[in-house]
């Protein structure tokens, strides 16, 4: 017996010893996943945000904002279309944004009349070279330069059931690809998450981080500043000097599709040498990728292998080792100290 305590003090010890690291990286990847939301005051970009009351959106040639179409400017919220059909209607920031890393908070709201599947077509947000162009994405051109996320709320491929809409995803474009719509983007998706974002009775969210080269998306929508990763992809090559719009459309069925904020925010991010001496205005909007988007229309997941883990994925698979080596030491234990006392009923 005495053995088999001095094992279990041993592993306590062993445990303790496990514990520390494993606290230190549960702390580490916690603020990781927190720091999409910390917005800091002192990097809040006003001349790139647009909130309430909404000062500064207008035609005139100190107005910051600019807007377009079925847009209606209210004290309280940005409605880019009504509940009505074939609407369409933009906002976009007026100032080029020429920040190398940065994140922009979404605050919206898709809500309407229209019962399940009765009801689109959604919200697209644009970084893009150029700004003010209608078209037939969601009320922007097609073969757009730039990125563009999209809250897709009506599904026009019949044979893609493998996902669920509303549907978020992002697109990056350099000019060449035209969108789909009768496979809603999937030939040029980089990836996306299904979520139920229509006819709450409270704002929805969703926050786009890109820094050094990575592009990452969260959502929140139980207002509960409870941040979910929508998508997180490496490789994504952005320039600097486009602009931040947002554009909504509706066709045979519509919504009201409102902005409430959007929110830009600088992150002080260190660069190399040789990243700061790029003309990052001369960029070509880019993905490398170890696949083409093309590859993900048979991808039931909706996002690239090559993306790597995150930070709650790294800690879930420390904590199923450690478990499983905690799990392993006590059965090996528990055979040891039988096997012992086996042996010594022979004596």
Not at 138 to 159: E, K, P, S, Y
Request: charged letters at 20%; proline letters at 4%; aromatic letters at 10%.
């Amino acid at each position: 017996m005495v053995s088999f305590i001095g094992r279990v003090s041993k592993m306590r010890g062993f445990c303790t010893f496990i514990s520390r690291p494993l606290l230190f990286l549960l702390l580490h990847f916690t603020l990781v996943q927190c720091d999409i939301t910390d917005g800091n005051a002192e990097h809040l970009k006003r001349e790139h945000s647009l909130m309430k009351p909404y000062q500064g959106v207008g035609s005139s040639p100190s107005s910051q904002w600019d807007f377009w179409g079925s847009t209606l400017v209210t004290s309280s919220y940005v409605r880019l279309t009504p509940d009505e059909r074939s609407r369409q209607g933009s906002i976009w920031n007026t100032v080029p944004v020429y920040l190398k890393d940065w994140e922009m908070h979404v605050q919206y709201k898709i809500h309407g009349s229209g019962k399940k599947n009765l009801h689109g077509d959604g919200i697209a947000i644009w970084y893009t070279k150029e700004r003010l162009h209608p078209g037939p994405v969601f009320g922007n051109q097609d073969h757009f330069v730039g990125l563009a996320l999209f809250v897709d709320t009506f599904r026009n491929d019949l044979h893609g059931m493998d996902r669920s809409f509303p549907y978020i995803y992002a697109i990056v474009n350099n000019g060449s690809l035209p969108y789909d719509h009768g496979n809603d983007g999937r030939n040029s998706e980089l990836g996306g998450c299904s979520s139920e974002i229509r006819n709450k009775d409270h704002d929805t969210y969703l926050a786009i981080r890109y820094s050094k080269g990575r592009l990452t998306v969260m959502i929140d929508i139980d207002d509960k500043n409870e941040w979910k990763e929508c998508i997180d992809i490496g490789g994504v090559r952005l320039p600097t000097g486009y602009y931040f719009g947002a554009s909504a459309a509706t066709g045979d069925l519509s919504d009201n599709h409102d902005i409430i904020s959007m929110k830009m925010y600088q992150l002080m991010v260190e660069h190399t040498p040789d990243e700061d001496s790029l003309d990052w205005t001369k960029i070509e909007p880019s993905v490398s990728l170890l696949k083409s988007p093309k590859d993900n229309i048979d991808d039931p997941t909706g996002n690239f292998r090559s993306t790597p883990l995150t930070g709650w994925k790294v800690f879930l698979l420390l904590l199923c080792a450690l478990l499983g080596i905690v799990v392993c030491g006590v059965v090996g234990a528990v055979v040891f100290q039988k096997r012992q006392e086996r042996n010594r009923r022979f004596y």
